[in-house]
């Protein structure tokens, strides 16, 4: 192939991985948008949920990480049995498990979002929405595990569908449920996370009938003409990488969660205008996760079929690519930087706040994408110990320390916690860079 065609291959692989993500990005922030009409408080609240939202799906993302590496090998090596294999083993194992976490959450709602920080004025909202998304997280991760099945063997158009599908979905019923309109009942908060797990709903029927279509390298047919069944071998190779990739996601959440609690603790307003800043933020990240999901399976798939050095090649494009985008988006923040959180707010004090964010960002972001990047190449060849490791250094030690110094110690207020996000950001781009230019990650075997 000539470098055209790798450019080509991996630009077709990555552009419905990559407008997913963002529209998923998108969502989320119309979601914000559409609930700042409840006010500051409504705002915060749904703030409060995110970290233990995200620590309950840690264990289903690292599982479907692992899927998507797995299946991307199984499919350079040409085995198709065992890559079916791997879906109904993942489906399996997580839905056993999520039974168990859903109602672990749901259970203990009220003592867990008064531990990520609630006030009086946040707490009832806070408790109601969590309760609904734990309570409806079951069709999402039906979806996510198939879609990560799909991705792996090449097929990152389905899992864009689905999700883009979704997305439209949850905007349209938050707008008929948290004001009522059209005749529906104005839920405020409550309203907002029913449309979120309806539209996972939607997603997760969508995903399941993709295993039916005839092309699909995954495929219910297949799996029940060879009678397919959970395997314990699978269910170990899933572990091997799973259970790395989800303490490395739980490190993560942990750091995450230090920052959102100090955040929480500088006032509602500080708070709200931190929400948003992340919720921002989130556009960014969605174009390196979606260019993630491309090095993952276009590297993992090299790797399955002994080419070497074609996976370093994907991964180098991968690279070039992200660091255009995150250009582009820098460039973005710095013309409309003044006017991007007058969307959300009228106060000119949260403005103001808004805009100290807007200049972290505008560095952040140009070390952001590409340390996903080098993140999700080292994952599918399975050097999961590694990232791991960075996560511990970088999120839980470096951003924890140099948030709590820079509020609590400089003084800095919701600076303090947009410079540790940046010590954060950068510690991992200069550590993951350098594990991937030194090229050993492409000999390990999984």
Wanted: hydrophobic share 55%; proline share 1%.
């Amino acid at each position: 192939m000539t470098n055209k065609e790798y450019i080509k291959r991996t630009i077709s692989m990555a552009w419905p991985s990559v407008l997913e993500s963002f529209f998923i990005a998108v969502a989320a922030l119309i979601d914000t948008l559409m609930v700042s009409s409840l006010g500051a408080n409504a705002i915060a609240a749904i703030g409060l949920t995110t970290q233990p939202k995200f620590i309950a799906f840690s264990l289903f993302f690292a599982i479907n990480v692992s899927v998507s590496a797995l299946v991307a090998r199984r499919r350079g090596e040409g085995d198709k049995k065992k890559a079916n294999e791997t879906l109904v083993t993942a489906l399996i194992l997580s839905l056993v498990l999520v039974a168990i976490i859903s109602t672990l959450m749901v259970y203990f709602t009220p003592q867990i979002i008064r531990i990520a920080g609630s006030s009086a004025e946040t707490h009832d909202m806070g408790v109601t929405y969590l309760k609904i998304i734990m309570g409806g997280m079951v069709f999402n991760i039906i979806s996510m595990t198939i879609n990560a099945a799909q991705r792996g063997s090449g097929n990152t158009k389905i899992a864009f569908t689905t999700n883009v599908v979704s997305s439209i979905v949850n905007i349209i019923f938050n707008y008929l449920l948290i004001g009522g309109n059209f005749g529906f009942p104005a839920l405020g908060v409550k309203g907002a996370a029913l449309a979120t797990v309806l539209g996972t709903v939607v997603a997760s029927i969508m995903s399941i009938f993709s295993l039916f279509r005839k092309k699909s390298y995954v495929s219910f047919p297949l799996i029940v003409k060879e009678k397919i069944k959970f395997s314990k071998d699978i269910t170990k190779h899933i572990s091997n990488l799973g259970i790395n990739i989800f303490l490395e996601n739980l490190a993560a959440r942990v750091g995450f969660l230090i920052t959102a609690l100090t955040a929480a603790r500088l006032g509602t307003d500080q708070f709200a205008a931190h929400n948003v800043g992340m919720n921002i933020l989130s556009l960014s990240f969605a174009f390196g996760d979606g260019m993630q999901v491309a090095a993952v399976a276009l590297t993992g798939n090299a790797l399955g079929a002994g080419k070497k050095d074609v996976a370093i090649k994907y991964g180098n494009i991968c690279q070039d690519i992200g660091l255009i985008i995150s250009a582009i988006i820098s460039v973005i923040l710095i013309i409309f930087r003044k006017s991007i959180f007058r969307i959300f707010f009228d106060d000119k004090n949260i403005i103001e706040m808004g805009s100290i964010i807007i200049y972290f960002m505008i560095v952040i972001v140009l070390s952001q994408i590409s340390q996903v990047i080098y993140g999700g190449c080292l994952r599918a060849a399975g050097d999961v110990k590694y990232t791991l490791l960075v996560s511990l250094l970088s999120i839980s030690i470096i951003r924890s320390a140099s948030t709590l110094i820079f509020v609590h110690v400089l003084k800095w207020g919701i600076a303090g916690i947009w410079g540790g996000i940046l010590s954060d950001q950068t510690a991992r781009f200069v550590l993951l860079r350098n594990r991937f230019k030194k090229g050993k990650w492409v000999d390990i075997k999984i």
